[in-house]
């Protein structure tokens, strides 16, 4: 091992996150390792606003300090146990959720590993466990949307929003796409979405300009404030707003009116939620049609910028800019690589 381990850690939360994360060198334990226990080197681990919002304190989900960074990423097995099998040295994995992954190596239980063909991308496969999952049970579990259906969602030049354009169209759903500045259009049309307009009041006027009187039963808010009362005045009467996020700051603002005299649903979504409360099977299945998909080019995310666990502050404040185009991925074992 030609440098020392280092992991991203923090001591304390505070609304600058990258002021309270950094690069630690650190020891591994000594071979052999423990029964059950494989070591893996860390290939990609993304920057997930939950990741940042934990930083930050205002995560609804908070480990104990101090914390290493990151919840989710693939790694290669450099060694397993004398007693683990069906898992050799090379096998590509993807990591446990909450395994701080914004690490070079980690040693954690064999079984918690989830093997994965050689050939794909570790950095597009890194993001697997999170966004993909979200955007594809909001689009799925909520209403039943049929081919030639229509969603609108804002936030749509997020991760998920990108995801969300490619799962809907391979369902043959229809999507329309808002974004909170107009410099976001060109990613969001470049992410494969057809129709994308600028939030604003207006919102409901421009988008039957755009693609006329059609019955939208399904909203996706990820913005929160008044952004959430735009896209349910969206919606055909009895449709469904589902919220996941509020990249706003601000709690969900929505007149009762909506509620009493056009019957529309308001529903919060959160995937740690989802994992609580779904069978085995049910994560199995959700993985292995996302994986699918990744695999086999279907299914990707943008990214803007790669960086190296020493640069893990340049790297959380690039995710924590409003004003990104694409992910922003750590390599822990790598060097920092061009955009995509």
Not at 90 to 109: E, K, Q, Y
Not at 111 to 131: A, C, E, H, R, W
Request: proline letters at 8%.
């Amino acid at each position: 091992m030609s440098q020392p381990p280092k992991r991203a850690r923090y001591h304390q939360r505070g609304p600058v996150p990258q002021d309270v994360i950094a690069a630690e060198t650190f020891e591994l334990p000594p071979l052999p390792l423990p029964a059950g226990v494989a070591r893996v080197a860390v290939l990609a681990a993304p920057i997930n606003p939950s990741d940042v919002l934990t930083l930050t304190g205002e995560y609804g989900l908070l480990p104990p300090l101090p914390a290493v960074g990151g919840n989710e990423g693939v790694g290669r097995v450099l060694d397993v146990a004398a007693d683990v099998t069906g898992l050799a040295p090379g096998t590509l994995v993807l990591l446990p959720v909450g395994c701080g992954s914004w690490s070079t190596h980690l040693d954690l239980p064999a079984k918690s590993l989830v093997p994965l063909p050689d050939g794909v991308d570790p950095v597009q496969v890194s993001m697997l466990t999170v966004n993909p999952p979200t955007a594809l049970l909001m689009l799925r579990d909520f209403v039943d949307l049929q081919p030639g259906d229509w969603v609108i969602q804002n936030a749509a030049n997020s991760a998920v929003g990108g995801y969300l354009v490619q799962l809907a169209k391979l369902r043959g759903i229809n999507t329309i796409n808002v974004v909170r500045r107009a410099s976001a259009i060109d990613a969001v049309v470049a992410a494969g979405a057809e129709h994308v307009i600028v939030d604003a009041e207006d919102l409901p006027k421009r988008v039957r300009e755009k693609v006329g009187d059609v019955p939208i039963r399904l909203g996706i808010d990820c913005v929160g404030g008044v952004s959430t009362e735009n896209l349910a005045r969206c919606l055909a009467e009895g449709g469904t707003v589902v919220n996941y996020g509020a990249m706003s700051g601000e709690r969900c603002m929505i007149s009762p009116r909506y509620f009493v005299f056009r019957d529309i649903t308001l529903r919060g979504f959160w995937l740690s939620q989802w994992f609580k409360k779904a069978s085995a099977e049910q994560r199995r299945a959700v993985f292995a049609e996302i994986g699918g998909l990744i695999a086999e080019g279907k299914l990707s995310a943008r990214i803007q910028a790669t960086y190296s666990i020493d640069h893990i502050k340049d790297a959380v404040a690039a995710a924590a800019s409003g004003a990104r185009d694409g992910k922003i991925v750590v390599e822990p074992n790598g060097p920092p690589r061009a955009a995509i």
